[in-house]
C-alpha cells in the first residue's frame, strides 16, 4: 500500500518493522506508569482512550496498568505492528493505516500522541490536529519533542523525518475552546524514569463550559 509522502511511507515498511523490533526490546513499565501518572495528574480517572501511532501498545499496555477499567483503542500505519496490537486489542479496536487519513466515528474522552507529530509531514499536520481534535470529547494529551519555531532533523541517517515545533502551542491558536491544563518535561539524563527529552502537554476541550460548571 503507497501513501502519500515520503514519512508515511517509511514508517509502514521496513523502516517500521525494524522499529516495531526495537521497541519489543525495551522495558517501558516502571518509566511509562511514572510518566503517565504525572500526565494524567489533573485527570480523573479516564473512561477511554485512542492513541495515534500506536505501534505494539506499549503505551497503552502502561495505561491498562494505571488505570484497569480503561478501555483504549489505536490507530497504527505499519500492518506488521497493527496485527500485533489487533491480537492484544481486538481487530475492531485498531485501525491499520495512516494517522492522515483516519475518520473518528465516535469520540473518546483522551485523544493521545506520544512521539508521533514529530515524524508527520509538516504539510499533514493541520489534517492531524483536525482528527486529534475530533477523536477527543474531553482532554488531548500531546507529549512530543518540543522546539518554539519549527525545525527539521536528521533521524537514522534520513533527513525530513524528524521535525520539532510547538505542537500544542499550534493546536491552542487553532481551536479557541481548548486550554492548557498541565504540561511538562522529562530529561534523557533520568536514569531512574527514562522517557528522553519529551514535552508533554493536556489540553482540555471546552474549558469554558467546564469552569461554569464548576463554579
Known amino acids: 500500500m503507497s501513501f502519500k509522502t515520503k514519512q508515511e511511507n517509511l514508517w509502514a515498511g521496513e523502516f517500521g518493522n525494524e522499529y516495531t523490533e526495537r521497541s519489543k526490546n525495551t522495558d517501558q513499565l516502571t518509566s511509562g506508569l511514572n510518566f ?51 491480537e492484544v486489542l481486538g481487530e475492531e ?16 474522552e483522551v485523544a493521545l500522541v506520544k512521539g508521533v507529530l514529530i515524524h508527520v509531514n509538516p504539510d499533514m499536520l493541520g489534517k492531524v ?31 525530513d523525518l524528524l521535525f520539532k515545533r510547538d505542537f500544542a502551542g499550534e493546536m491552542l491558536e487553532k481551536y479557541n475552546d481548548l486550554q492548557l491544563m498541565d504540561y511538562g518535561f522529562c530529561y534523557k539524563r533520568d536514569k531512574t524514569y527514562f522517557q528522553d527529552d519529551v514535552t508533554w502537554f493536556l489540553l482540555r476541550k471546552n474549558f469554558l463550559m467546564y469552569l461554569l460548571f464548576c463554579f
Open 36 to 86: 503517565f501518572s504525572r500526565t494524567f495528574e489533573k485527570v480523573s480517572e479516564p473512561e477511554s482512550l485512542i492513541e495515534f501511532g500506536t505501534n505494539i501498545g506499549v503505551n497503552l499496555k502502561v495505561l491498562k496498568q494505571l488505570f484497569p477499567s480503561l478501555k483504549v483503542f489505536g490507530i497504527e500505519i505499519n500492518k506488521k505492528a497493527a496485527e500485533e496490537l489487533s
Open 93 to 108: 479496536n485498531v485501525f491499520q493505516g495512516s494517522i492522515v487519513d483516519f475518520e473518528p466515528t465516535q469520540q473518546y
Open 129 to 159: 490536529y483536525e482528527k486529534l481534535y475530533t477523536a477527543s470529547s474531553k482532554y488531548i494529551l500531546i507529549c512530543e519533542y518540543y522546539n518554539p519555531s519549527p525545525v527539521s532533523i536528521n533521524y537514522r541517517g534520513y533527513n
